[in-house]
C-alpha cells in the first residue's frame, strides 16, 4: 500500500502500531469467544422461557391457537405453559355483564329510552319483543 494511504488510514481510524513500533494482531482467544457464546445461549434461553409462560387473570379464559396443526383449545385462569414458537396464546374476557334496557325513562341504568325494538323472522316489529337485558 502507499505510504500515502497509509498515512492517511492511520489519521482517519487511528495507528495500528503500538507505542514500540510493533504491530497490533487482533487475536480473539478461544475463551473469550466461549464467553460471549455462553452469554447470548443464556439471554436465548431466558427469552424462550419467558415467552413460554402465559398468566391468563382472573374472569378471562385463554384460547391456544396450535400454529402448526391449527387446532384450537381453551385454558381458564391461572399460569399456562406454551410451547414456544409452536403455541401462540389470546386472552379473552368472559365475565358476564348485565344491562338493563327499559322504555320507561327513569328505570334501569341509564336514563332514557335505551331499549331494542326486537324485529320477527320476516321482519316484522314483534309488538311485545323489547330485550330487557343482554349480557356480554
Given at each position: ?14 495507528s ?17 469467544c ?40 381453551a ?62
Amino acid at each position: 500500500m502507499p505510504k500515502q494511504f497509509s498515512e492517511l488510514k492511520d489519521q482517519m481510524f487511528g495507528s495500528s502500531q503500538g507505542p514500540g513500533g510493533e504491530m497490533f494482531k487482533i487475536n480473539p482467544s478461544a475463551a473469550g469467544c466461549r464467553r460471549y457464546l455462553y452469554i447470548g445461549l443464556g439471554v436465548a434461553f431466558l427469552l424462550v422461557l419467558f415467552t413460554a409462560f402465559k398468566i391468563v387473570p382472573a374472569g378471562s379464559r385463554a384460547v391456544i391457537f396450535n400454529n402448526i396443526s391449527g387446532g384450537l383449545s381453551a385454558r381458564g385462569e391461572g399460569t399456562t405453559l406454551l410451547v414456544p414458537f409452536l403455541q401462540s396464546a389470546t386472552v379473552y374476557d368472559v365475565k358476564t355483564r348485565t344491562y338493563t334496557m327499559s322504555k320507561t325513562h327513569e328505570e334501569g341504568e341509564v336514563k332514557g329510552d335505551d331499549s331494542i325494538r326486537a324485529l320477527t323472522s320476516d321482519g316484522q316489529p314483534g309488538g311485545r319483543g323489547y330485550l330487557r337485558a343482554i349480557s356480554s
